[in-house]
């Protein structure tokens, strides 16, 4: 039987991924999770969650220590380890741009100093680990196998046995030479003609080089490509984006918040869809425009704040039998199908209008945004569940970013309609300053509850109202000096615990809070709560929801879509110098 990986932390792990799919990898070489043929199926690998099921390239020496890093602007890593008898690298790579119905895992190991010998386990587990494989046949050296409904090829084993329904080998590599191996899973028969490692992994990187810009506007252009290729990674050809890779992963041991991400959020694709425009880079806007357009054309004023990827709904949460994350659960589906969410229409007018300034919003998308204004002056009285998915109040975000949305749009709408739209958002802002403006000036989360939230920045950085206006600089005042500790920042006070005790800081809001900055003219400010969230990653480079300032370790969905989003965008504001009266969208 393969060896059973124990789940890594999560600044560890890697992710491979091709639009459809992905696949996290860890410091042994072990591909722990994966999901086909899409995000939102059931787990073929599932160690990360305590089940069955992996593709494991390990060094037969016990006794060596990992590295690794990406190739530039894409989604292809390189594991490295150092060996009592040399260096062995694997380069690893989904097969890009991806199939939707074959995932084709690319695994080539090379040994750098030395003979390289390492043991290879293929133990694939359809259902969450439910299914062995089966009807393992081998031909020529390649073998075929089944698992629950899925169909199985492995390439590159020839010496491979079986055993308990998996297969288990080791490569020995001379120096200075390579071994390829090909994973392909599918729900679809497989193809006759076998996959060309050479040319595959020549396609793969044309894909990523084609795909992944050079950011050279931007003050951190490394991590802006890294950043969008993750995002890209994560996009499919459909153009929805999931929120995250994975699901159950804990913000805080056995606190119950362990959400499953593996859908495409609104909320979420609008953030990356701004956040590309602001760097001039149309593909991501394009896919996010599309997506939201049609989810508005579809269910109007009725729109979910998540869906899964090809527009479904997303599943009620449901038990997949496995024992979770330490300190999470092995749950799938999510709550988010039930609730109603007013500033995702906000959101998508504000992902419309910077459609509208770069020319690339079409009729159809134009009668999109008609109708999540519409929507707008439906439904704003109406109690919602917030940003951060909470019980039903009257949020102050909600109505603000609604505003925002209202005011960008309008500036590209005919006269009359941008009169209108412009009017509406005056509206609401006046509503929100009768019920939510706290005694100190500044915003407050609901006219029943008094706290501050870092949620209240977005909607000054969008333009809801100006920097300047006292109601603004009241609310960065009171964010600053109630939920930042050590460069990091927290949605709001939980409870009486100090801030880190109750869950961990939160990468959006730090980003957030550098760009309010840099708007009101604090450039050095905002450069030092830039750089502090950024170095806030695993060692691959990849952001969680949550990060966890006293063990220094990342907490929550990985990798976390927004995130990269935030980081992507804050590092092209910063490049600028700041607006002379503020106003992202001015």
Not at 306 to 332: I, K, N, Q, W
Not at 464 to 489: F, H, M
Request: hydrophobic content about 40%; proline content about 6%.
């Amino acid at each position: 039987m393969p060896e059973q990986f124990a789940p890594h932390v999560l600044r560890e792990y890697a992710m491979l991924a091709d639009g459809m799919r992905a696949a996290l990898i860890g410091p042994r070489g072990d591909i722990s999770w994966m999901c086909v043929p899409k995000w939102h199926d059931d787990a073929v690998f599932s160690a990360l969650l305590g089940g069955p099921g992996c593709f494991a390239v390990t060094p037969a020496d016990p006794r060596f220590v990992w590295g690794g890093q990406y190739e530039d602007g894409t989604l292809i890593w390189v594991s490295r380890w150092i060996t009592s008898a040399g260096i062995i690298e694997c380069r690893e790579a989904l097969a890009y741009p991806g199939d939707p119905h074959r995932a084709i895992l690319l695994r080539r190991i090379r040994a750098v100093q030395g003979a390289a010998e390492v043991r290879v386990a293929v133990d694939v587990r359809a259902g969450f680990g439910h299914h062995r494989m089966g009807r393992l046949r081998r031909d020529d050296g390649v073998w075929t196998a089944c698992s629950g409904p899925l169909r199985i090829r492995v390439t590159g084993a020839p010496e491979a046995e079986a055993q308990d329904g998996a297969l288990e080998f080791t490569v020995k590599v001379p120096e200075g030479e390579h071994y390829d191996l090909v994973l392909e899973v599918s729900d679809t028969e497989l193809p006759g003609e076998l996959i060309q490692p050479d040319q595959t992994w020549t396609a793969t990187e044309y894909g990523w080089q084609r795909e992944v810009p050079q950011f050279g506007n931007t003050i951190a252009p490394d991590d802006a490509r890294q950043s969008y290729a993750v995002l890209r990674g994560m996009t499919g050809a459909g153009g929805a984006m999931v929120a995250a890779a994975t699901m159950g992963l804990p913000e805080r041991a056995q606190q119950k918040r362990n959400y499953d991400y593996r859908y495409a959020w609104i909320r979420d694709q609008c953030f990356v869809g701004v956040a590309a425009a602001s760097c001039k880079e149309f593909p991501l806007m394009d896919d996010a425009v599309g997506f939201v357009a049609a989810r508005l054309l579809e269910d109007g004023p009725g729109l979910r704040p998540a869906y899964t990827v090809d527009g479904g709904r997303v599943p009620d949460e449901h038990d997949v039998g496995l024992p979770g994350y330490p300190g999470g659960s092995g749950r799938a589906g999510n709550w988010v199908n039930g609730q109603f969410q007013l500033d995702v229409f906000g959101e998508a007018l504000l992902l419309f209008a910077a459609a509208a300034e770069n020319d690339r919003l079409d009729l159809e998308q134009w009668k999109a945004a008609e109708v999540a204004a519409d929507a707008i002056a439906q439904r704003h009285t109406e109690p919602d569940a917030g940003m951060w998915e909470l019980d039903n109040e009257r949020w102050a975000h909600s109505r603000l970013i609604c505003a925002a949305g209202l005011r960008a749009i309008g500036r590209h709408a005919p006269a009359p309609q941008g009169a209108l739209w412009s009017s509406q958002a005056d509206g609401l802002i006046a509503d929100v300053t009768n019920d939510c403006l706290h005694p100190s000036g500044r915003w407050q989360r609901s006219p029943t509850d008094s706290r501050v939230d870092a949620a209240l920045l977005r909607p000054v950085i969008r333009g809801a109202v100006a920097p300047q206006d006292p109601r603004s600089i009241a609310t960065l005042r009171a964010v600053r000096e109630e939920l930042a500790r050590n460069g990091y920042l927290y949605r709001f006070r939980q409870d009486r615990r100090p801030l880190d005790l109750s869950e961990g800081a939160f990468l959006l809001c730090g980003f957030d809070l550098a760009m309010a900055l840099h708007q009101s003219d604090q450039p050095l400010e905002a450069a030092r709560w830039f750089e502090r969230n950024r170095a806030a990653c695993g060692t691959p480079g990849l952001f969680t929801e949550e990060y966890d300032v006293e063990q220094r370790q990342l907490r929550g969905n990985f990798p976390q879509a927004f995130v990269h989003a935030a980081m992507l965008e804050a590092s092209r504001r910063l490049a600028d110098s700041p607006p002379p009266w503020g106003g992202l969208n001015a």
